[in-house]
């Protein structure tokens, strides 16, 4: 069964830093490009940003609003995903979804697959 | 502010059809593919339709989807209660360099 399973959510102050991992399982994970999308509550749904595989060079793209405090790392070994969160804000708080992406060539084509999102709370 | 627009609200009663709009312009929808999610309450979103109008494995038929120039269209006919849903329509955005979502409808079935 192809299956997405985030973690590392929580509760984190702000400006502290958190990292949610995404564990890949039932296909070949290095082959697809992965990504991170985010619902605030009640909101709709953001992308995070995007990781492509190492066909594409590994390289990534993210969203306006974390440029600069996110990363987002794979580890193809582990079939693993990685969200580094840093400078964190209130408006972070989000439920974060890891999904599969489908590419057109270097772009994101849709996102097939996702986990069942693990929660994040930038509070103090 | 979505990048693309959708009407926060649509109805039908069960059996009827729907359509729900997406609108973009041509940095996003006029050069790239459209895709469609339907997010259950309280669950993880799904992907409908991708490549504008293609179904995935275990998507029923009910579920259409259409573009033209700028904007795109999820079609639902037959509509059941199950089918309460927020609906999202996304893209790539080739100015941003980046994924674009539209604001998200809220489908209800009479």
């Known amino acids: 069964e192809v299956q997405l399973v985030e973690s590392g959510g929580g509760l984190v102050q702000p400006g502290r830093s958190l990292r949610l991992s995404c564990t890949a399982s039932?296909?070949?994970?290095?082959?697809?490009?992965m990504s991170w999308v985010r619902q605030a509550p009640g909101k709709g749904l953001e992308w995070v940003g995007f990781?492509?595989?190492?066909?594409?060079?590994?390289?990534?793209e993210y969203a306006a609003s974390v440029k600069g405090r996110f990363t987002i790392s794979r580890d193809d070994s582990k079939s693993i995903a990685y969200l580094q969160m840093n400078s964190l804000k209130t408006e972070d708080t989000a439920v974060y979804y890891c999904?599969?992406?489908?590419?057109?060539?270097?772009?994101?084509?849709?996102?097939?697959?996702w986990g069942q999102g693990t929660m994040v709370t930038v509070s103090s | 502010q979505s990048v693309l627009t959708q009407p926060p609200s649509v109805s039908a009663a069960p059996g009827q059809k729907v359509t729900i709009s997406c609108s973009g312009s041509?940095?996003?929808?006029?050069?790239?593919?459209v895709s469609w999610y339907q997010q259950l309450p309280g669950t993880a979103p799904k992907l409908l339709i991708y490549?504008?109008?293609k179904r995935p494995s275990g998507i029923p038929d009910r579920f259409s989807g259409s573009k033209s120039g700028t904007s795109a269209t999820l079609g639902i006919t037959g509509l059941q209660t199950g089918d309460e849903a927020d609906y999202y329509c996304?893209?790539?955005?080739?100015?941003?360099?980046?994924?674009?979502f539209g604001g998200g409808t809220k489908l209800t079935v009479l």
């Open positions: 990781i492509r595989s190492k066909a594409y060079g590994g390289t990534t």
């Open positions: 999904t599969r992406v489908t590419t057109v060539t270097t772009r994101i084509g849709a996102f097939d697959i």
């Open positions: 039932g296909f070949t994970f290095g082959d697809y490009a």
């Open positions: 996304g893209t790539w955005d080739s100015s941003l360099s980046g994924w674009v």
């Open positions: 490549d504008n109008n």
């Open positions: 041509s940095s996003n929808i006029g050069n790239n593919y």
